[in-house]
Each structure stands twice: as C-alpha cells, then as structure tokens.
C-alpha cells in the first residue's frame, strides 16, 4: 500500500425523505468509509463543508455527482496530507473484499481499482524545527 494515501468508500441512495409527496430529490452519492495507511479513518477526522451533513451511520453526503466527491476527496487529501486520493465504489471495495487472500493483497489492488487524484501540492517535509514545534 502507498504510504500517506487516502481511500474514500462511496455509494448511491436514492433519498426518499422529501418535503412533500410530489418531490423526488433523486439518488445521491455519499462517503460511507475512509481508508488511510493506517486502516480505518474515522470520517470525523474530516472536515465537512457547509452544504454536507454526516448522516446517523457515519457517511458523508450527499453529493449529487462523482465528480463532487472527487472535489471533496481532494480537500480531504490535502486536510490529512495525503499523496493521492483512491475514490472506490462500494461495489468494487466489496468484490475486492471477496476476492482477496492476505492483507497485502488487498492493499496492493485496492490502490489499483476505482479512480486516483494525485495531490498537486504534497505535504511539505518539516525541517527539524518545524518538527519541534508541531
């Protein structure tokens, strides 16, 4: 697994809790786990903006685009200073899920699948000072 790289899980909803009957607001897309080298990150770690809430399982939403994630996934990239940012389906995460057989498996193809957004401006290695003082 790449060190200091982030993983976001998405998945599609549709969202059935409009204002009134003849409202459809539509599938949406929201971040339902965060990946680090670590293991798991705790999605509250990350900042979310205004316009997303995180929802009563811990996702981050809704987004109405891939797109939209990519642009929250690049924030977060920079926010946690990772390298590169790995947007996976649910899908994909759950058949990988399934098909691997040892924990470095896993890693190596989960950096492989889904899309990757590099962070044009990786975090700075601190000189002894700023170490110091950190």
Same mark, same amino acid.
């Given at each position: 697994?790449?060190? =200091?790289?982030?993983?976001?899980?998405?998945? +599609?909803?549709?969202?059935?809790?409009?204002?009134?009957? =003849?409202?459809?607001?539509?599938?949406?897309?929201?971040?339902?786990?965060?990946?680090?080298?670590?293991?798991?990150?705790?999605?509250?770690?990350?900042?979310?903006?205004?316009? +997303?809430?995180?929802?009563?399982?811990?996702?981050?939403?809704?987004?109405?685009?891939?797109?939209?994630?990519?642009?929250?996934?690049?924030?977060?990239?920079?926010?946690?200073?990772?390298?590169?940012?790995?947007?996976?389906?649910?899908?994909?995460?759950?058949?990988?899920?399934?098909?691997?057989?040892?924990?470095?498996?896993?890693?190596?193809?989960?950096?492989?699948?889904?899309?990757?957004?590099? =962070?044009?401006?990786?975090?700075?290695?601190?000189?002894?000072?700023?170490?110091?003082?950190?």
């Amino acid at each position: 697994m790449e060190n =200091n790289d982030l993983y976001l899980i998405y998945n +599609l909803k549709t969202n059935f809790e409009a204002q009134n009957e =003849n409202e459809f607001l539509g599938p949406k897309y929201y971040v339902v786990r965060g990946l680090d080298s670590e293991g798991p990150l705790a999605l509250e770690k990350l900042k979310v903006s205004q316009t +997303l809430v995180k929802t009563q399982h811990n996702e981050v939403g809704p987004f109405d685009s891939v797109e939209a994630i990519q642009q929250y996934m690049y924030q977060a990239c920079e926010e946690v200073e990772a390298k590169k940012g790995h947007l996976i389906s649910v899908n994909e995460y759950n058949q990988l899920l399934e098909q691997s057989n040892d924990p470095q498996e896993f890693w190596r193809t989960l950096s492989q699948i889904g899309q990757t957004i590099e =962070n044009l401006e990786p975090p700075k290695k601190k000189n002894f000072l700023g170490n110091l003082f950190s």
